[in-house]
Nanobody
Framework: QVQLVESGGGSVQAGGSLRLSCAAS???????MGWFRQAPGKEREAVAL????????YSFDSGKGRFTISQDNAKKTLYLQLNSLTPEDTAVYYC???????????????????WGQGTQVTVSS
């Protein structure tokens, strides 16, 4: 029903930028999408969420002021612009999706039932 393919990860130095993309295919008219990340030895955490119906977003403290989530609705593609990266941002970044129910209200990764394969972001000091 929903397929997600991330791209855009890589290695950068501290202070650098990356843009992650998530190409989605789904049969729903609209879905709720988000970016999550998981660093080695840590739990998966939410970074930013987006309601594809209207484009409303929610950003978590980990990326506020530095990361921007956006979409190209025509292409069914989700983006995450990562700026001012620090070594603490090193993680595998995942794109995820769920139905619109309580989008932006239900924020935990366990609420999302569709996941991409992940893309590695490595930030060196």
């Amino acid at each position: 029903q929903v397929q997600l393919v991330e791209s855009g990860g890589g290695s950068v130095q501290a202070g650098g930028s990356l843009r992650l993309s998530c190409a989605a295919s789904y049969s729903y008219s609209y879905i709720c999408m988000g970016w999550f990340r998981q660093a080695p030895g840590k739990e998966r955490e939410a970074v930013a969420l987006l309601n594809t119906r209207g484009g409303s977003t929610y950003s978590f403290d980990s990326g506020k002021g530095r990361f921007t989530i956006s979409q190209d609705n025509a292409k069914k593609t989700l983006y995450l612009q990562l700026n001012s990266l620090t070594p603490e941002d090193t993680a595998v970044y995942y794109c995820a999706a769920k139905t619109l129910t309580a989008c932006l209200l239900w924020k935990g990764p366990y609420e999302y039932n569709y996941w991409g394969q992940g893309t590695q972001v490595t930030v060196s000091s």
